[in-house]
């Protein structure tokens, strides 16, 4: 019947975030009965190590929210063309014309509404899906009506949506919550962006979300106008059903800078609007030809990901614990225990799209079968490559590509570079004061050499399509001689010497000393 | 000066401005339905609920069709917690506003919309008369009066409009519109021809220059308008599609179009009634037809084509102008086969008192001049 669009990212955008959203989504699933409804989530320029929002918050929500979420994940990398024209992460217009484009088109009406309000039907018995179900064609908005802070971050459940709703009943009474804000028309009402209606159809026939809004504000009103000129009418919905909008400005959000803020253009986008459409885009809003990724919370979640992948390359442990050391004098043992180790490696590449494909210059071979087999495991698409330069790896895995460095350069999305030995095996005690062996300082050299040329020309050797930095992960790089030539070039930040890892971008660094690593990575110098 | 003098000298201006301020919406008649609403919708935001509610109550009792006044009426009880009185009347207005004829999808956007738009046209003069050298306001003021056949207002805010953003496509086109609906299809043609040098894949243009061209009684120039429109609308928009066939007199086209018109909107009896007419046009197989129970129009239209109601009947039962058109057009379809000059005579009808926006004129014109009228 209908689909909910809703956008945000995983960062912390105003007060409480989690516990706003949550409640939200799992009020808005809990009005839902059609089997076709849906909560569609654009999780907008999240970066692409972190899970998406919904995802980051998943044991909060309920089954049937889970179930009836789809979240789709606009990576930085499409998002980068944008950059330059706005100072927001998360664009309002983009990521709801996303959604549009990939809803459901069984739903008759899309619902735009965001991740702090709580839907009630006036009639208890009535879910959303069965007022909308009964309604003549329209443009359809409610009031928003306000909820104290204390009141929702003190008394809600985030897991019991249908208390939550049954409390907003009581509180509307009580504490006179109800009061309607009419505004000109054809806004009709304040806050008009946290519920508007409209048939899936008329919102195509438009051509969606005027996409030139970037910088934020305005978005609902620029739709109220071009819907109420080709509607005729902007109809309410007020009896049947009440908006409550969860307060959180005590602290302002990122896009909330007083009379500060920067916003769209009123007069061009609300009181000069003169057409419902928005010819310009007619072909691209939504962004029809990109390919976007889609996720859920009910089924092949990033855990099961993560989990099937693991138990490909390690089996469970046989000790209670085991033991390294951080102690000065092993600065130069470089042994490390592997399957402890791959749970990290793989906990900083399962949130990247499954297309991506990952260079891997490394020293053991049982970290490169290990890793191969996670990562197939883990569902990815894209190759492992691996530089002819790095001798003794094997090359009949699959899914692993090898060929000159060089060439492999342009085409690799990730980086890992593994800075163990060789010559350890499985069964030798891990920082126990182990010196390198000729191989492992032969091997290790060509790895140092790759990986400081890959850091500093990583600009200039992207990918043509790509837009963004590509992400560089050190493995076995903490508290050893391997620590300041990885931090000397990646821009990592401080992690515990148990997870063995560190990850990041390359340094941008125009000082000097930034400007003579670069010339010396480069011609490996 | 008395002191009266001067009051009067500093109030004559403002009264003056008063009165120019409310000129624009006086085309209301005293006593009408629509001047009760108006009065209604002013005495509510002085915060008069019970005024409010008897203006109501009386445009009701003039027009109780009259949905903008039911639900501002519905609103007004559910907020005096009259919950369960309201309840029942928001959904009334919904229903009336449903049943109440839409335009043809081929047409732009503003005339494909069902309501009275007296709530709209109220609320926009409040809009204009505060946000000032704005488009918005005047543009969708002017729409809502277009809509309810108040041109010469309409027309009036459109200026307005483009006195704002002069020679701003998207208001001349809405001019042109204006300019048709008050028969000045020249001044109409004008506007269109610039609208469509800076856009000329405006698809809903094409079909407003048509309609004016069509009036002028040049076929082969709207013709050929909507020959464009119909290469500019998608597959999907099979309803705008065979609107536009069945004004330029392509039976064949559109008698496919509105077969699938038909598929998506089986209840809309319009889609029906078209397929039929393009089907006898060109002299394809009877479809079965389903007379809608209840008679509401076209109803009769139907069962005059399934041969349940005489022709007199169906004209009868024309209870406007351009229900009269419609019927006349189709007691010309039906009349061809076995009586060219009574269709000529029925059809001449339709040219001769049928509004030029009609598809009934369009298709009367085409089908005249290919029997050689």
């Given at each position: 019947m209908f689909s909910v669009i809703l956008y945000g990212r995983n960062d912390s955008h105003g007060y409480n975030l989690h516990k706003r959203a949550a409640i939200s989504f799992n009020a808005l699933a809990e009005v839902m009965s059609d089997p076709d409804d849906e909560i569609l989530f654009v999780d907008y320029n999240t970066p692409d190590d972190h899970p998406t929002f919904p995802e980051a918050i998943h044991d909060t929500l309920t089954d049937k929210a889970k179930k009836v979420m789809r979240i789709l994940r606009v990576r930085p990398d499409q998002h980068a063309h944008l950059r330059p024209k706005t100072h927001l992460v998360a664009l309002e217009a983009q990521s709801r014309n996303v959604a549009l484009r990939r809803s459901?088109?069984?739903?008759?009406w899309v619902l735009y509404t965001n991740t702090d309000m709580l839907l009630v039907p006036r009639n208890t018995e009535e879910s959303l899906s069965n007022i909308l179900g009964g309604l003549v064609d329209g443009f359809y908005q409610v009031p928003r009506f306000e909820i104290p802070e204390m009141l929702w971050e003190a008394a809600f459940d985030r897991r019991d949506p249908a208390g939550n709703l049954a409390k907003l009943r009581d509180w509307a009474v009580r504490f006179h919550l109800n009061q309607v804000v009419h505004n000109y028309m054809p806004m009709k009402?304040?806050?008009?962006?946290?519920f508007q209606a409209a048939l899936r159809e008329d919102m195509f026939a438009i051509h969606g979300f005027d996409e030139d809004m970037i910088l934020g504000w305005h978005c609902d009103s620029n739709l109220a106008a071009r819907l109420a000129l080709y509607r005729g009418r902007v109809d309410t919905l007020i009896d049947k059903v009440f908006g409550y909008h969860c307060d959180h400005t005590r602290v302002a959000a990122a896009?909330?800078?007083?009379?500060a803020t920067r916003m769209n253009d009123q007069d061009r986008f609300i009181w000069n609007v003169a057409s419902p459409y928005v010819p310009a885009q007619a072909e691209t809003w939504g962004w029809p030809d990109v390919e976007i990724e889609e996720l859920h919370l009910d089924r092949d979640t990033a855990y099961q990901r993560f989990t099937a992948g693991l138990e490909k390359a390690i089996k469970p442990a046989t000790a209670p614990f085991t033991g390294t050391s951080l102690e000065w004098q092993l600065f130069e043992d470089l042994t490390y225990d592997l399957p402890h180790t791959l749970p990290f490696v793989c906990d900083q590449v399962v949130t990247f799209p499954r297309s991506t494909a990952v260079m891997m210059v490394a020293a053991r071979v049982d970290f490169v079968t290990g890793f191969a087999e996670a990562w197939k495991g883990m569902g990815f698409t894209g190759p492992l490559l691996i530089p002819e330069e790095c001798e003794g790896l094997p090359s009949d895995l699959e899914g692993i590509e090898r060929a000159p460095f060089a060439e492999q350069l342009p085409k690799a999305d990730m980086f890992i570079f593994e800075f163990g030995l060789p010559t350890q095996t499985p069964s030798e005690p891990v920082r126990a004061g182990r010196a390198m062996a000729p191989l492992d300082k032969k091997r290790l050299k060509v790895i140092e050499r790759l990986f400081k040329r890959a850091a500093a020309s990583e600009a200039e050797t992207r990918p043509t399509a790509r837009r963004v930095p590509r992400r560089f992960i050190g493995v076995n790089v903490i508290y050893n001689k391997f620590w300041t030539t990885f931090t000397d070039h990646v821009g990592a930040n401080i992690n515990p010497f148990c997870s063995q890892v560190l990850a990041g971008l390359p340094r941008e660094d125009e000082s000097l000393k930034g400007k003579v690593l670069r010339f010396r990575g480069r011609h490996a110098l | 000066m008395s002191n009266v003098d001067i009051l009067q000298a500093a109030i004559t201006p403002l009264a003056r401005l008063w009165r120019r301020s409310t000129s624009a919406v006086v085309g209301l008649k005293p006593g009408s339905a629509e001047q009760h609403f108006r009065d209604g919708m002013l005495r509510m935001r002085s915060g008069d609920i019970d005024g409010a509610l008897a203006e109501f109550d009386k445009a009701l009792s003039l027009a109780p069709g009259f949905a903008d006044a039911v639900l501002a009426r519905a609103e007004l009880l559910d907020g005096q917690g009259r919950c369960d009185a309201a309840r029942g009347e928001y959904d009334r207005a919904r229903r009336l506003w449903s049943e109440m004829p839409a335009g043809a999808p081929d047409r732009r956007y503003l005339f494909r919309r069902r309501g009275h738009f007296a709530f709209e046209i109220e609320a926009y003069e409040l809009v204009r008369s505060n946000v000032r050298n704005k488009i918005l306001p005047q543009l969708a003021h002017g729409n809502a009066l277009l809509v309810r056949g108040r041109a010469d207002e309409a027309l009036d805010s459109y200026e307005r409009a483009l006195r704002i953003k002069p020679n701003l496509p998207e208001l001349l086109a809405l001019k042109g519109e204006a300019l048709s609906a008050l028969g000045r299809h020249e001044e109409a043609i004008q506007a269109f021809d610039t609208v469509l040098a800076a856009f000329p894949a405006d698809a809903e243009t094409l079909n407003g220059r048509g309609v004016a061209r069509m009036a002028l009684g040049k076929l082969a120039e709207a013709n050929d308008d909507w020959r464009r429109q119909l290469d500019l609308l998608p597959q999907a928009q099979s309803s705008a599609r065979a609107c536009v066939a069945m004004r330029q007199g392509n039976s064949e086209a559109a008698f496919h179009s509105f077969g699938l018109s038909l598929a998506k909107e089986p209840a809309n009896p319009y889609w029906l009634l078209y397929r039929l007419t393009a089907g006898r046009l060109t002299g394809a197989p009877p479809d079965p037809i389903a007379v809608p129970s209840g008679g509401q129009w076209p109803a009769p239209l139907l069962a005059f084509h399934a041969g349940q109601a005489a022709a007199a009947d169906a004209l009868a039962q024309a209870d406007t102008p351009c229900r009269s058109a419609e019927a006349l057009f189709q007691v010309g379809v039906v009349a061809l086969a076995g009586n060219p000059a009574a269709a000529r005579r029925h059809w001449g009808e339709v040219v001769e008192r049928g509004a030029p926006a009609l598809i009934e004129y369009a298709a009367a014109r085409n089908e005249l001049a290919r029997l050689g009228s």
């Open positions: 459901n088109p069984r739903n008759r009402y304040d806050a008009l962006g946290d896009n909330n800078k007083g009379r | -």
